[in-house]
């Protein structure tokens, strides 16, 4: 390691401020990145279900139609 | 070969052709990066003029060089899509925009953050700087071109335009550093020559490079399953996969 310690890891020589944030924000960007494909999946998964129960009803709709 | 590809050009077989390769893609793009991120931090020698400010290249550079890369193979599926019409081209518009339109933002955000120490300037008009930004704005541009039209396949040969039309600034971006004065330095790695870097912190940098086109690889995958998902949302097979 080119650090003898935590301390200066954390301090990178004076520039600390600077490396971590762009860390950071890096890091944040992309956790946003995959939270929003993983959002969409899930209310793909809400439209689907919505369809569907919307398909029952009108199968359901044009039976009693018929049995009329 | 023609013959092998073509069931990818509908959804479904594209749809589990990704699933198959996602879960690899993720695994070793977290791995690679944790070692190339982690090398360069904490075990490679600090510089002898930038002292440990340059670390931030470990996420600059990757970031910035697959901005690039990611609009090139998002033009390329453009191309596929207006002269082809594969319907997969176009969703592929949409599902590589946004991840590039990420890397472009961090890589402008840590450039900034790293010109302050060293150049003593969060931002510069400069031609590198300045190309960039505009590539930020190409991305955004065409995310919003292909959700600007109710009628889906407007909108995707719209988008498909843009970037085909602004592939122009992908080599603006590479050569302004030699076309222009420019604050920012030339090429360490993306050259012919030998890299003008020590080996010791040119491996974890190639490490990371390695990690961010993994990454990339990933992102795109995911995001690609979800465009398909949303295209073909009335078919029975994305209802039996949206089930479970």
């Known amino acids: 390691m080119s650090f ?11 520039y600390g401020f600077f490396v971590w944030l762009s860390f950071g924000v ?13 959002i969409t999946r899930r209310s793909l998964q809400q439209q689907s279900k919505l369809q569907q129960q919307r398909q029952q009803r009108l199968a359901r709709r044009k039976q009693q139609e018929r049995s009329r | 070969m023609w013959r092998w590809l073509h069931p990818y050009a509908k959804g479904e077989a ?15 793009a977290v791995l690679t990066l944790a070692v190339g991120l982690i090398w360069g931090l904490l075990y490679a020698p600090p510089d002898y003029q930038q002292g440990d400010s340059y670390r931030i290249i470990y996420i600059h550079v990757p970031a ?61 008009w400069d031609a590198r700087l300045t190309s960039e930004l505009i590539l930020l704005f190409l991305y955004l541009g065409v995310i919003a071109l292909y959700h600007a039209f109710s009628d889906s396949r407007t909108g ?32 360490t790695i993306t050259k012919f020559e030998k890299p003008s870097m020590a080996t010791s912190m040119l ?42």
């Open chain 1, 4 to 14: 003898s310690g935590w301390n200066e890891v954390i301090n990178m020589g004076g």
């Open chain 1, 26 to 38: 890096t890091l944040a960007a992309l956790a946003a990145l995959m939270i929003h494909g993983l």
């Open chain 2, 14 to 28: 594209t749809y589990r052709l990704l699933g198959r390769w996602l879960p690899w893609l993720t695994g070793s």
């Open chain 2, 64 to 124: 910035a060089i697959f901005s690039m890369g990611t609009y090139t193979a998002m033009a390329i599926a453009a191309l596929i899509a207006l002269v082809w019409q594969i319907r997969t081209a176009e969703w592929a518009i949409a599902a590589i925009a946004p991840v590039g339109a990420v890397l472009t933002f961090i890589a402008l955000f840590t450039g900034a953050v790293w010109g302050k120490p060293m150049w003593g300037t969060w931002w510069e």
């Open chain 2, 156 to 187: 995707a040969k719209a988008a498909g335009i843009l970037a085909l039309v602004g592939v122009v600034n992908v080599p603006i971006i590479h050569y302004s550093v030699y076309w222009w004065n420019s604050l920012h330095q030339g090429a």
């Open chain 2, 203 to 244: 491996i974890p940098l190639l490490i990371c490079l390695l990690g961010f086109a993994l990454m990339t690889a990933a992102f795109v995958c995911q995001r690609l399953r979800n465009e398909i998902l949303r295209q073909e949302l009335h078919r029975s097979w994305v209802q039996q996969e949206l089930d479970q």
